[in-house]
């Protein structure tokens, strides 16, 4: 466990979060600021940077974060009508918590992919 990661210190049960869904090796949980009606965070539990670190050193574990977004989409009741699931890597795509994590949103009309 990183000390400092504030995700590390979720899955070790340090700071609360509504989690939604767990396995083995993965965890997702609601975003305490949401942008959308359904926001949840999906994380491996093990650390890793950013999701290319992950798809390089793990790439089946970056495949049970994906199968865990998408059991999710489907408790939230999101595949009728579509959903976002969005990887921030690095300082310009904005990543503020560097322990990958994928962002669900969903549950209303999410507008342009990126705004100008």
Do not use: S, W
């Not at 579509?82 to 994590?101: C, D, I, K, P, S």
């Amino acid at each position: 466990m990183e000390t400092d990661c504030l995700f590390c210190r979720i899955v070790a049960g340090e700071i609360p979060a509504t989690i939604v869904r767990e396995t083995d090796t993965t965890l997702a949980f609601r975003d305490i600021a949401p942008k959308a009606p359904v926001h949840v965070v999906i994380i491996p539990k093990e650390h890793y940077a950013d999701v290319a670190t992950l798809a390089q050193a793990d790439p089946r574990l970056a495949g049970e974060v994906l199968a865990t977004a998408a059991v999710v989409a489907e408790d939230e009741g999101l595949l009728g009508d579509g959903f976002r699931l969005m990887f921030n890597t690095g300082a310009y795509a904005g990543q503020e918590v560097f322990h990958v994590h994928a962002h669900l949103f969903g549950g209303a009309p999410l507008g342009p992919m990126l705004a100008r």
